[in-house]
C-alpha cells in the first residue's frame, strides 16, 4: 500500500499545501538501503535521497517532505555519528525539497542548480526582489548554486554534479560519485513510469534522451545508476528505456511526417506495447506522445520559420 502512495505521488510537486496537510506522513517509515561503501540511499515517501558519509560530514541528495526531516535525520544517524553538511538538490519539485527549510535552518548548506533557486523562489514571490523573502523562507533555498557543474570533495570522494540541459525540468542535476561509481539521477530517469516531462519548467522529452545518452557514455557496466523514483538500476535499464523512447519517438515523428493530427496519432496508440509496463503512474500513454507531439511540432515551427 505504500508502494502504491509513493507512486502516485512521484515527482509531481504540484501537491497543493492543501493536499499536503491533508496527508497523513505519520505512517510513513524511511528505509536504509546500501549502494556502496560511505554511500546509501533512503526510501519514505518522495524522490530517493542519496547519502555520503564519512569523517568529513555527510553529503545529502534530496530530502522529500517537510513532516519527515526527523526520521531522516534519525536514519543518517544510525549509519553515521557526523552532521550533514552539505543538501544537493537534483531539482527544484516539492517531493525532493520539501525538507530544505528545515535542514536550511539547521545550519546545512544547500546547493543546486542555479534554475532550482529561481523556481523555488518563483513559488514563494514575483520578480527578483530576495529581499521580500523571509529569513525562513530563503533558509529553504539552495545558497550555493551553479550553472554546468561543481565539484565536491568529501569522505576521500570525488562527487561530481552538472546540469546537462532540460530534460524532467530546466534545474535538472545527475550527482556522479566517481570512486562508488554511482551516479544520482534525479527524476530525469525513473523506474516507476514514463519519464516526466514538466513543461512549468521548461522541461525537454528530447533533452530527456539526450540525458539518457549522455548517462551512458559515462557509464560502464558496472555503474549504478539510483533514479529519482524506482529501484537501483544498471545501463541495461537505460538502454531498455532509451530504445522504447527512441521506438515511441519514430512513430510519432511518422505520424506528423504523414500530416497526422495528434489525435490521430493517438488513437495509433503508439506506446501499446510499452503501457502494461510504464503507465502505472500519472504519465499515461497519451500523455507521453503529447509531450512528443507538442515538442517536435514546435521544433519542426522553429525550423520553418529560420528558413523563410
Ligand atoms: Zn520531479
Known amino acids: 500500500m505504500k508502494s502504491i502512495k509513493v507512486l502516485m505521488l512521484c515527482c509531481f510537486a504540484l501537491l497543493s499545501t492543501a493536499s499536503l496537510a491533508q496527508r497523513d506522513f505519520s505512517q510513513v517509515e524511511i528505509t536504509t538501503h546500501r549502494l556502496a561503501d560511505n554511500l546509501y540511499y533512503l526510501k519514505g515517501a518522495g524522490g530517493n535521497i542519496g547519502v555520503s558519509v564519512g569523517e568529513d560530514g555527510v553529503f545529502l541528495i534530496d530530502d522529500q517532505f517537510a513532516p519527515l526531516t526527523e526520521k531522516i535525520l ?63 523562507q530563503r533558509a529553504g533555498l539552495p545558497v550555493l548554486t551553479y550553472t554546468d557543474s561543481v565539484r565536491f570533495h568529501l569522505n576521500g570522494e570525488n562527487i561530481h554534479a552538472f546540469h546537462n540541459g532540460p530534460g524532467h525540468t530546466n534545474a ?45 557514455e559515462i557509464s560502464n557496466p558496472d555503474t549504478v545508476f539510483l533514479p529519482g523514483h524506482g529501484v537501483p538500476s544498471s545501463q541495461d535499464d537505460i538502454r531498455e528505456q532509451l530504445d522504447m523512447l527512441y521506438t515511441i519517438h519514430d512513430r510519432v515523428q ?39 507531439y507538442n515538442e517536435l511540432i514546435s521544433n519542426f515551427r522553429q525550423k520553418m520559420r529560420r528558413e523563410i
Open 74 to 136: 534519525a536514519a543518517i544517524q544510525v549509519v553515521t555519528d557526523q552532521p550533514v553538511r552539505f543538501l544537493f538538490n537534483t531539482h527544484h519539485h516539492g517531493d525532493h525539497t520539501g525538507g530544505n527549510q528545515n535542514l536550511g535552518k539547521a545550519g546545512v548548506v544547500i546547493v543546486a542548480h542555479e534554475n532550482v533557486r529561481v523556481l523555488l523562489k518563483n513559488g514563494l514571490t514575483s520578480g527578483d526582489l530576495d529581499r521580500l523573502l523571509t529569513a525562513d
Open 254 to 292: 511518422a505520424g506528423i511526417n504523414g500530416g497526422l493530427s495528434l489525435g490521430r496519432i493517438q488513437s495509433d496508440n503508439p506506446t501499446a506495447e510499452y503501457d502494461a509496463r510504464w503507465a502505472g503512474g500519472k504519465v499515461k500513454g497519451p500523455d507521453l506522445v503529447t509531450v512528443i
Open 172 to 216: 535538472d542535476s545527475f550527482v556522479h560519485f566517481q570512486n562508488a561509481n554511482v551516479i544520482h539521477t534525479g527524476d530525469v530517469f525513473r523506474t516507476t513510469g514514463y519519464p516526466f516531462v514538466d513543461g512549468n519548467a521548461s522541461g525537454s522529452f528530447l533533452g530527456i534522451v539526450a540525458s539518457y545518452e549522455m548517462l551512458l
